[in-house]
């Protein structure tokens, strides 16, 4: 099913957090190692993706009830399945692998669930392959003392989205979702990556969805860009959706979402965090809080895609497809060309 198509007849839903619904099985170093790792040389205790390949079951299984609370669109657990993130365990050699296993557990999840009779009613759901914004930036010296240094180069990080992309596809998703973008350049060259690798292997090419991230009350990405900014770089993509999503809940985050409604030529997505974290960087925000701020967002035509980051669960995502079922989706503006 063509989710353009889906897309003009309602708001879809995206799913939750993964970290946060990893976090409930308290698994241990043996666990994330599991019987092919048992003997590697570094500690891989937090490498979440790495449960793609050792713990399969319980990534499907987080994805099936996501399902089952209602999304549409289930995220690869691909955050950091690239070379470079997954150089902090020296697992860089798996990334393609692990790109290729998260698409499958995604895939194999969505097809259980439409087999089942929670799910036969569903008209069908998609497979967004998640692509992190890397733990190095190409805008931001890591080093204060020397403000031109870069720890990495575009054409690096465009290589190692390239080999992300190539496993996703591999993998069979439907659409590329690059997320949580805290620097402009870094999504550039997933873009890049994206468009090259189609237009390299003659396929045709996959919708990409674009989610950056304000991360204060400033209004700016962290590489300093305001959200007009920010989307006047990406536009060039013809993305199928530009959003927002992570360091901000509900409440912070509606000011920017309302002021993207109004500038993307394209469909918006909103998933937030359940509210900012506490003291203890735990999330208090109850399911029904969360999904009435998305709802009055969906009322004011804001939106064309919703669902949750850091701290949110399928009762997250249940309670706002509840909340947003009865109102239409944002409807594409006509904006006028201008010099920006």
């Not at 937090?46 to 994805?63: A, F, R, V, W």
């Not at 657990?77 to 393609?96: E, G, K, P």
């Not at 979402?257 to 506490?278: D, F, K, R, V």
Request: charged share 25%; proline share 4%; net charge negative.
């Amino acid at each position: 099913m063509d989710i353009r198509k889906e897309l003009e007849k309602r708001i879809l839903i995206i799913d939750g957090a993964m970290g946060t619904m990893i976090q409930r099985y308290k698994l241990e170093e043996e666990d994330y190692r599991g019987e092919r790792f048992k003997d590697w040389h570094t500690d891989v205790k937090g490498n979440n993706d790495l449960l793609s390949i050792t713990q399969p079951k319980i990534i499907e299984e987080i994805h099936l009830q996501y399902l089952a609370a209602g999304a549409d669109i289930i995220e690869t657990n691909t955050f950091s399945s690239t070379t470079i993130a997954q150089a902090d365990y020296d697992m860089q050699s798996l990334a393609y692998e692990l790109n290729v296993a998260s698409a499958k557990c995604a895939r194999n999840a969505i097809e259980k669930f439409l087999a089942s009779p929670e799910g036969k009613d569903r008209s069908g759901a998609w497979v967004a392959g998640a692509i992190g914004p890397l733990n190095k930036t190409l805008s931001l010296s890591p080093d204060v003392n020397n403000p031109g240094y870069r720890a990495v180069t575009f054409d690096e990080v465009a290589i190692a989205y390239t080999e992300q992309i190539k496993g996703l596809v591999d993998g069979g998703v439907d659409v590329l979702l690059i997320e949580t973008i805290f620097d402009t350049l870094n999504a550039k060259a997933a873009i890049y990556a994206a468009k090259k690798f189609f237009r390299d292997n003659k396929l045709e090419e996959l919708p990409i969805m674009i989610s950056g991230t304000i991360t204060d009350a400033s209004g700016r990405t962290l590489s300093g860009q305001t959200l007009e900014a920010f989307y006047t770089s990406i536009r060039h993509a013809r993305p199928l959706s530009v959003g927002l999503n992570c360091a901000l809940g509900a409440t912070q985050m509606r000011p920017h979402i309302e002021e993207l409604s109004q500038i993307a030529e394209c469909y918006t997505s909103a998933y937030p965090n359940a509210g900012l974290p506490n003291a203890f960087g735990q999330y208090d925000e109850q399911p029904h809080e969360t999904a009435h701020i998305i709802e009055e967002w969906a009322q004011e035509g804001f939106v064309n895609i919703v669902g949750g980051c850091c701290g949110t669960t399928p009762d997250h995502i249940k309670h706002i497809a509840d909340y947003v079922r009865n109102f239409k989706p944002r409807p594409l503006p006509v904006v006028e060309d201008a010099l920006v």
